[in-house]
């Protein structure tokens, strides 16, 4: 049976979106720059094809040049992020998560205080 295709960002993968999605769009040789140069051109090309494969990008000629556009957004992305992470490691349980946030990082009271205010403010606005 053939493998299943990997929908989620790899580490590479993601920062070559970080990019995009900082741009708007972005050619493959400003992707390079941005990156500082760190990954060879033609690896960037590779992980662009795959992305566009995936369904994240969309891309459109300009000149010589492919300029390449995220077709689904960050927030998207970071949600379904979020929810495999729950469905992995904690059972689907968002209340799992947070309490491991709270167990294994050291909060600030500052940030506790926002946790608490957000709360609050999530129950309001379910009232």
Not at 52 to 71: D, I, M, N, Q, W
Request: without cysteine; hydrophobic residues 40%; charged residues 30%.
């Amino acid at each position: 049976m053939p493998r299943k295709k990997a929908t989620m960002l790899t580490n590479a993968e993601h920062r070559i979106m970080e990019v995009i999605w900082a741009r708007g769009s972005a050619t493959v040789a400003e992707v390079v720059e941005a990156l500082d140069g760190k990954d060879a051109y033609t690896t960037i090309l590779t992980l662009i094809r795959i992305l566009k494969a995936k369904g994240y990008l969309s891309s459109r000629k300009e000149g010589r040049a492919f300029v390449f556009t995220p077709k689904v957004d960050r927030t998207t992305v970071a949600r379904k992020a979020t929810h495999q992470l729950l469905s992995k490691f904690f059972a689907g349980s968002p209340s799992e998560l947070v309490l491991s946030f709270l167990r294994d990082e050291e909060l600030t009271t500052e940030e506790l205080d926002q946790i608490k205010e957000r709360i609050l403010n999530s129950e309001r606005d379910d009232a």
